[in-house]
């Protein structure tokens, strides 16, 4: 096998802000000689995953493909639960199938061909879909790209456990979110352009780039040079569950790495708690929205790099820093919606502390994904990450059906105090966590 460009070395020294290609902690010696190349693979992977993301946004973009084709509105109210629970909970009963392959990328080039598909099928639906059954083949066609999206995201953790090293995964991470932000900000430029509601062909072009943006996400995985690793301990998906749910009893690192992931939910739900006071108070439709999206590819350019940095050392301790920025963006979002609506009027405010969250957010993906990949061995990673991401998975739903009423009861503004709260405990919980790097 031909050795890595040396351009992909360079580039990937420079990214790494290390000469030495041959760091090459807890992977084979085949892989690190692969590594350079590797890297570059996976970031490419990554600009192609996020940019399909954002255009087939289901907090943005699905909805408008609903008001287009005229879905009942009871309908748009199920695409963000399926969209992320579709993901996450179905991944403890893949495990054990994925455990049984020696080369786990296809199984991530298996899911992207099939989030490409999937997305196919939603620019026909924006084209010819009308009414109820046009919005009941949307939600079909979500549970499709969210069922791939969970199989490629086991999958892509535990290629990259495989393929790039320790020290190098919580960089590889912060420059595929600084990547990522850039493709956000694209996202967030374009659809501010299509001013009140985009038609049914500029949506249908939306959803067919982030095809290809599926497509290009397969393609690099396939491109991945990737080792054959150890199949032992494949089992059936009830098989999977029973050992998964030993792991949380035998394992305490495990378990109390479980509860701070939690607790560090509060940030994602914070997220659209902040937008929506925003719309409410500010009065701004599209363009703030827009704004929005654009902030959040800005703070996600900013952030990343730094944030995996500072991961490869301690993504303990990223964890608990980014819980106490959740703190200060909730309880700052909460005294923005107690503020007399002369010093809130305007959008800028929001999309400030929205711009703050998302920097903060992106701290907490970034330090709990570093952090189970490097708690966990080659022989259950994948096992790990699928059993944590299912139990996430179940409480998205319970946690996000509970605050709904809460938000309904209490209004935003007190529960971005209570998500404030759960944050705190994130803190205490990240603090004892052991560290793994």
């Excluded at 919005?135 to 892509?156: D, F, M, P, W, Y």
């Excluded at 956000?184 to 501010?192: E, F, I, K, N, Y």
């Excluded at 490869?312 to 959740?326: L, Y």
Aim: hydrophobic content about 50%; aromatic content about 6%.
């Amino acid at each position: 096998m031909a050795g890595p460009d040396i351009s992909q070395t360079q580039i990937y020294e420079w990214l790494t802000g290390d000469e030495n290609t041959r760091m090459c902690d807890d992977i084979p010696d085949s892989a690190c000689k692969d590594q350079p190349q590797n890297f570059m693979r996976h970031l490419w992977a990554s600009l192609g995953n996020k940019l399909a993301d954002e255009l087939s946004s289901a907090r943005l973009v699905l909805p408008w493909l609903m008001g287009v084709i005229g879905a009942p509105v009871w309908m748009v109210g199920l695409l963000v639960p399926i969209r992320e629970s579709g993901a996450l909970l179905p991944q403890v009963f893949v495990a054990g199938f994925i455990r049984l392959k020696p080369q786990r990328k296809w199984v991530w080039v298996a899911g992207g061909l099939l989030q490409a598909l999937s997305a196919l099928a939603l620019a026909l639906l924006a084209l010819l879909g009308k009414g109820t059954l046009g919005g009941a083949l949307v939600l079909a066609s979500l549970v499709a790209l969210s069922l791939a999206r969970g199989l490629s995201s086991i999958a892509t953790k535990d290629v990259m456990g495989k393929t790039i090293a320790k020290k190098r995964r919580g960089t590889l991470m912060g420059w595929s979110g600084s990547v990522a932000g850039a493709a956000t900000l694209l996202a967030g430029g374009v659809l501010m352009l299509f001013e009140d509601r985009p038609g049914q062909l500029a949506l249908a072009i939306l959803l067919g780039i982030a095809a290809l943006g599926w497509a290009l996400n397969a393609f690099c995985a396939a491109r991945i040079q990737e080792s054959p690793g150890a199949i032992d301990g494949g089992e059936n998906a009830w098989d999977s569950l029973k050992l998964g749910l030993s792991l949380l009893k035998e394992d305490r690192t495990f378990l109390h790495f479980n509860l701070a992931r939690a607790l560090l939910l509060s940030s994602a739900l914070a997220l659209p708690y902040i937008a929506l006071l925003g719309q409410q108070q500010s009065g701004a439709q599209l363009g703030g929205l827009g704004l929005l999206v654009v902030v959040s590819g800005l703070a996600g350019m900013l952030a990343d790099p730094v944030w995996g940095k500072r991961a490869d050392t301690s993504s303990r301790r990223v964890m608990r820093d980014a819980a106490a920025g959740t703190v200060f963006c909730c309880l700052a979002g909460a005294l923005l919606a107690w503020l007399p609506a002369g010093w809130t009027s305007q959008i800028w405010p929001y999309a400030l502390i929205y711009g703050l969250l998302v920097i903060v957010h992106h701290g907490v993906r970034l330090g709990r994904k570093t952090y189970l990949v490097d708690m966990a061995r080659q022989d259950n990673r994948a096992l790990y990450v699928a059993l944590s991401n299912t139990l996430t998975g179940i409480l998205m739903l319970i946690v996000g059906g509970v605050l709904g009423g809460l938000a309904q009861w209490l209004g935003s503004g007190a529960l971005l105090v209570v998500l404030a709260a759960a944050a705190l405990g994130a803190i205490l919980s990240a603090q004892q966590l052991p560290e793994v790097e």
